[in-house]
């Protein structure tokens, strides 16, 4: 019987040194991604460049869905090798020239989706990636005109995805601007409750 307890020990000492292990990186993530959305914050109530401040529109702090690591996720890059270009709708009606750049596939909830990510051929520069969603929370408890996520994609033929970090595009808080509307493929047939929520002024 000792023999076993002590063969036992070491297990549950791995057991429990895994378990605070996973705790510290979950914390770590979670301080991470509460600092990118203060900083988002902090732009937007206060930067010249943001929105409410070249307008002149009276600022109110967005709302996010509560963090969730499992929005966090990997995914495959496939890079589209012809040039193809797509025009995509506009907030104002008109439309905007893209470049297809690449395909990202990833799994969520045990299915399979992918996401076009674009290059903008009449503004920002050559690294300058569009990536637009649109999803089943869209024009219910977020913006119906879809999000944005921040991508980057270097040599490597993976990256990663955080919906927890999806954004609203300008348009959402000051109608004077124009925003490109997701393309048709990056309408996903999910709930992402994740990321920021639909803009509401009281």
Not at 4 to 28: C, G
Not at 47 to 53: G, Q, Y
Request: charged fraction near 25%; include cysteine; hydrophobic fraction near 35%.
């Amino acid at each position: 019987m000792k023999k076993i307890i002590w063969l036992l020990i070491p297990i549950l000492l791995l057991l429990l040194f895994y378990s605070f292990s996973d705790n510290e990186i979950d914390e770590n993530y979670l301080s991470a991604v509460e600092k990118e959305i203060r900083n988002r914050h902090k732009f937007l109530a206060f930067n010249e460049a943001s929105p409410f401040s070249q307008f002149d529109v009276v600022y109110q702090k967005p709302s996010y869905y509560p963090i969730d690591k499992k929005y966090k996720v990997n995914a495959s890059v496939e890079r589209i090798k012809e040039r193809q270009i797509i025009f995509l709708n506009t907030s104002n009606g008109k439309s905007e020239r893209f470049q297809k750049f690449a395909w990202l596939k990833f799994s969520l909830d045990g299915r399979l989706f992918r996401l076009l990510v674009l290059k903008p051929i009449e503004f920002g520069t050559d690294k300058t990636l569009f990536c637009g969603f649109a999803d089943d929370t869209s024009g219910e408890g977020s913006y119906g005109g879809g999000r944005y996520l921040d991508i980057t994609i270097g040599k490597s033929n993976k990256t990663s995805l955080d919906f927890n970090l999806a954004y609203n595009p300008y348009c959402a808080y000051v109608n004077q601007y124009t925003c490109p509307l997701p393309p048709s493929e990056n309408i996903l047939p999910i709930a992402i409750e994740a990321g920021e929520r639909a803009y509401k002024i009281e």
